[in-house]
Structure formats: C-alpha cells, structure tokens
C-alpha cells in the first residue's frame, strides 16, 4: 500500500473497545495514513482519544435496552440522524476510504453510510461471544477480524473462507514496549525477587482479593516473593482490612487500588492471576507472563472462560473456576508456580508462540488491503 488512506474508526463505551483501536489507529499513522475516530465525546473515548492525538468526531447515538423493546425506536431515529449527519461532514470531501467498527454501538451509523456509498468496511471482535453491533453490521463486511477462534462460527460464510481472519487482539504499544526494570524500579521490586502479580478489574474481583487473603501466610512463607495485588477501586479497604499487613509484610506484599502503567508492570511480573477479559488476555500473551486466569462467572454467555481457553489450549495458562478459589487445589497450583521457575518457564514459552506481539501489524494489513481491493 503506497497511498495515503483516509481510515474512520468507530469504538466506544469502554476501554475493551477502544484501546484495541487505538492500538491499531498509532500502526496507521506510523504507516502514513491519516485516522479519524467517530464516537462520543461524553463517554471513554473522549478522553482516550484525543490523549492518543487523534480526531474525535461526535458520533450522536443511544443502545437500546433488551428489556424494554420501545427503547429501540429512539435508538433506531438517532442512528438515522447521525448517519444523516457524517453524510454531510462526508459530502463536504472528509469522506474515508475504508472505516473498520470495533464492536460498540457507536459503529452503526458510520458503516451504515459505507454500505449505502461503496465505502469498504472491516469489523474487529475482541470477545469470544460477538456483540450486537457487529452480528448487525457482519454482512455487508468485506472482512471480519477476530481475536479467539471461537468467534469464527458466528460470522462465517459459507464458499468465503477469506471472509473471517483470525488476527488476535491487538495491545497498544505503550504495554508492547512494557519494561521490566521500570516496572520492578516502580514497585521497590527487587531484581531477583519472584514477583505475583494479582488484578481482578473493576468487575467480580472481591472473590480474588478474598482468596489471597486465605492465601496470605503461605505466600509471605515463600523466601523472596513479592505480591503486587491491585484489588480494584471499589475493593481496596476491603481487601487492605482482611489482609491487615503489617509494615513487615507489606514491604513484600504491594497492595494497590489500580495499576496505571500496566505494561511496565505486566513486564516485572514472573506471574499473574487475572480474570480473562479480552484486553488482559491480549496484555498478557503480548508481553509472554505465564498466568493463572479465573474467568468472571457472570459475564455474557460465559464469554471470560472461552477467552481464557485461548491461552490454556495453547498452554500458555492455567485456569480455574471462580467457585474453586477457595479449595484446596488452587491454593497448590498457585504455590507450586510460584515456587517453580522451570514451570513458570514452559508457559511463557507457549504463550510466545502465539504471536500476540505481531497482532496489530496483523489488523493494519487487514485494513490496507481491503482498501485497496
């Protein structure tokens, strides 16, 4: 691809969203194409994406509550009304030559006026069980990117197998170039310590903070280990109360309500227990930590565990049920990895080999030869 392209991107809502996008949207304009974002101001991606240096164009829309089907006639008349609008901004020569929706309903409007003017089109799912807006918008795609294998069923064609590509997730580049020495140096992580690094996200991670509470003694009995916990912003005191760490113990046990440089940190660790959304299962095959994924049990359709299944079928991780947290067998398999760097070894080389770290160049090829089809 020589010429420049005039690329829109459409992501919103939440960061699962719109950091894939931006990750993609920097390996463009490094490219030499010129991106636009559509979305709304008033939500995540207001304050995102124009921190990443990009154009925020106002996308007006609302989704619609499932529960309440009268909801989504007004949903449907801004969708009409905001497609009516960035056909004005588009008539007046701002108009993209290929636009890529990652998933949020904010997408709807944009590719709808693509598919209406010949402008081609891709889709990026992050998640293992697609989301509305893009089941909606998946069959007038010229391609369909996913992140996990187990998206393909929904969105194959039959007789079009270029239709569906399997790109991974791909990880802004701010996490990519995560460093271990800057992450440890931050912390007041030695070197040679053996590092735990232990995040939940803002959603279901009380029964994690609880079940390294029940771990407590038997972590802080490993010689040289260092646990990184970020409890998440509603857990903290919680989490702080029932560990009550002395200043002894917490000078090894790092406790945190959010973790802001999550690629440096994600980098220093030697391991993680996570939850298996979508962004933290890219972060972590991308930088290669071995890990131990609990899915969060009352996510859409399970979706947490076949995300999780992605690194655990290529060996990568291991995983366990939120509901066996407080058995016995967790306890031993988290101890045992801990203690054993030949084990911990074999994960980061399994989840190396997936490639995550190649994924974005992967999803900007994708783009430019739809393009230029």
Same mark, same amino acid.
């Given at each position: 691809m020589t010429r420049t392209l005039e690329v829109a991107i459409a992501a919103g809502g939440t960061a699962g969203h719109i950091n894939p996008a931006l990750a993609l949207a920097e390996e463009l304009r490094d490219r030499?194409?010129?991106?636009?974002?559509?979305?709304?101001?008033?939500? $995540?991606?207001?304050?995102?994406?124009?921190?990443?240096?990009?154009?925020?164009?106002?996308?007006?829309?609302?989704?619609?509550?499932?529960? =309440?089907?009268?909801? +989504?006639?007004? +949903? $449907?008349a801004r969708v009409a009304s905001a497609k009516r609008a960035l056909g004005k901004r588009f008539s007046a020569g701002k108009a993209p030559d290929v636009a890529i929706g990652f998933g949020a309903y904010v997408e709807v409007p944009l590719l709808g006026w693509c598919k209406g003017h010949g402008v081609p089109y891709l889709l990026h799912e992050q998640n293992s069980v697609p989301g509305l807006a893009n089941k909606m918008m998946a069959d007038h795609a010229r391609r369909v990117c996913i992140s996990v294998p187990a998206a393909e069923k929904v969105f194959a064609r039959e007789g079009d197998a270029a239709h569906v590509e399997l790109t991974g997730n791909p990880v802004r580049r701010s996490v990519l170039a995560g460093s271990r020495a800057a992450g440890r140096a931050a912390l007041g992580v030695p070197e040679n310590a053996t590092m735990l690094l232990v995040f939940g996200g803002s959603l279901g991670a009380r029964s994690i903070n609880a079940a390294m509470g029940a771990l407590k003694e038997r972590l802080l009995a490993v010689p040289g280990l260092h646990v990184v916990q970020s409890t998440g912003k509603g857990g903290y005191e919680e989490a702080a109360e029932a560990l009550a760490l002395t200043d002894e113990e917490a000078s090894r046990w790092h406790l945190e309500s959010y973790i802001d440089n999550m690629g440096d940190v994600l980098a220093a660790a030697d391991l993680v227990l996570s939850r298996a959304g979508a962004s933290s299962i890219a972060e972590i095959a991308a930088l290669g930590v071995p890990s131990v994924l609990v899915p969060y049990p009352f996510a859409t359709a399970d979706h947490q565990t076949t995300n999780a299944r992605y690194l655990t079928d290529a060996g990568a991780a291991v995983l366990f049920a939120d509901d066996a947290l407080g058995e016995p067998a967790f306890g031993d398999k988290l101890l045992e990895l801990v203690c054993d760097a030949d084990e911990?070894? =074999? $994960?980061? +080389?399994?989840?190396?080999? $997936?490639? !995550?770290? =190649?994924?974005?160049? =992967?999803?900007?090829?994708?783009?430019? !030869?739809?393009?230029?089809?």
């Open positions: 030499g194409h010129h991106v636009t974002f559509y979305g709304r101001p008033s939500k $995540l991606e207001g304050t995102l994406v124009p921190a990443a240096g990009f154009e925020l164009v106002e996308v007006d829309v609302t989704g619609f509550d499932r529960s =309440k089907p009268w909801t +989504a006639v007004t +949903a $449907l911990r070894g =074999k $994960l980061r +080389a399994a989840a190396a080999g $997936l490639a !995550q770290d =190649k994924v974005v160049a =992967k999803l900007a090829d994708a783009v430019e !030869q739809v393009a230029g089809e």
